[in-house]
């Protein structure tokens, strides 16, 4: 399975935006690269996707490398509540259903 | 939304005991994930089911097993507890595509005595 390597620990300002990067050089063409957070005492929840093209939505941008090889979380402005452990995955077209975590990105926002 | 259900938040269990946790969701997703996930480990992969009856090993299967008769339900069985499978275990689902999101339940907490 491909793997993705995260750094272990973050610390931003609140208010400031943050970026979390996420390597997968082993990626292949047809996976997908997909983002999770997890908030304390909480299963994960879904953040943003993408294949190729940047990707924004209401909680995060995704920015995607040229070669694919490595990508980066953008939250715009951090708050209190974006304290969390940030995954990146890939999801293979096949074997999808096999999808591995990493430990994750642990993101500390100060007021 | 979709929604996945995990039968119990908290359990207590004695060693040697069989349990069993439930997970169950309402979205006819085809794909059904069983992950633990102890402190620093981050989320490592026990079983995941891609439809009725089918099921595949993930990273950690030892001493576990699965159940899925029917599509929206998918059991972990713990077949001789033990106190190394003290944990948080998750259940999750999705659709059978790499362009799909993974939904995850709350989380159940599981201590072996």
């Known amino acids: 399975d491909a793997k993705t390597t995260q750094p272990n620990s973050m610390e931003s300002n609140e208010e400031e935006p943050v970026h979390l990067p996420c390597n997968h050089s082993t990626i292949s063409g047809t996976d997908y690269i997909h983002w999770y957070r997890q908030l304390p005492s909480q299963g994960p929840e879904y953040v943003i996707h993408g294949l190729t093209s940047n990707v924004n939505n209401r909680m995060a941008s995704l920015a995607i490398a040229e070669d694919r090889k490595s990508s980066t979380l953008i939250l715009h402005r951090a708050t209190l509540r974006d304290a969390a452990v940030y995954y990146c995955i890939l999801r293979r077209r096949t074997n999808a259903g096999k999808s591995t975590f990493g430990d994750g990105t642990t993101l500390t926002v100060k007021p | 939304d979709v929604k996945v259900t995990q039968s119990s938040r908290y359990l207590v269990k004695r060693t040697g005991e069989k349990v069993f946790l439930e997970c169950v969701q309402d979205?006819?997703?085809?794909?059904m994930f069983w992950y633990r996930q102890d402190p620093g480990l981050g989320l490592r992969l026990i079983y995941f089911?891609?439809?009725?009856?089918?099921?595949e090993k993930g990273d950690i299967p030892e001493g576990y097993s699965v159940s899925r008769e029917k599509k929206e339900r998918f059991s972990l069985i713990l077949e001789s507890a033990s106190t190394n499978q003290t944990s948080m275990y998750l259940c999750?689902?999705?659709?059978?595509?790499?362009?799909?999101?993974?939904?995850f339940g709350e989380g159940s907490w599981l201590t072996v005595v």
């Open positions: 999750a689902s999705s659709l059978d595509s790499s362009g799909n999101t993974i939904y």
């Open positions: 979205m006819d997703h085809e794909n």
């Open positions: 089911s891609y439809d009725v009856k089918m099921k």
